[in-house]
């Protein structure tokens, strides 16, 4: 079982940056990739971006891409979420996330989420 823990959510003005941490307790084995969500009021939870444990692919929705990165750290098994230029439409509780290797490749373990406010 995996715990996934995240952090640096808060409250920032549009045109901002926030930097999310999501620190994993173990990586388990057949899982490949890390991914960040997003989940606003009202709306379905929405994909954002993924890294797999090598770092060497990443995807991005295309409402993110140019603004945010996503990177990892195999040694603190921690995924980063660098957000600049924030809007308002990216207020959302933001959930990281352990995806299952091929050929599931579904998310199955989920951090507890990190709220963030974007103010226009």
């Known amino acids: 079982q995996v715990q996934l823990v995240e952090s640096g959510g808060g409250l920032v003005q549009a045109g901002g940056s926030l930097r999310l941490s999501c620190v994993a307790s173990?990586?388990?084995?057949?899982?490949?990739?890390m991914g960040w969500f997003r989940q606003a009021p009202g709306k379905e939870r929405q994909f954002v971006a993924s890294?797999?444990?090598?770092?060497?692919?990443?995807n991005y929705d295309d409402s993110v891409k140019g603004r945010f990165s996503i990177s990892i750290d195999n040694a603190k098994n921690t995924v980063y979420l660098q957000m600049n230029s924030l809007k308002a439409e990216d207020t959302a509780v933001y959930y990281c996330?352990?995806?299952?290797?091929?050929?599931?490749?579904?998310?199955?373990?989920w951090g507890q989420g990190t709220q963030v406010t974007v103010s226009s």
């Open positions: 890294i797999t444990w090598s770092g060497d692919n990443t």
């Open positions: 996330a352990v995806r299952r290797g091929w050929p599931s490749r579904r998310y199955e373990y």
């Open positions: 173990a990586r388990t084995l057949g899982t490949d990739a």
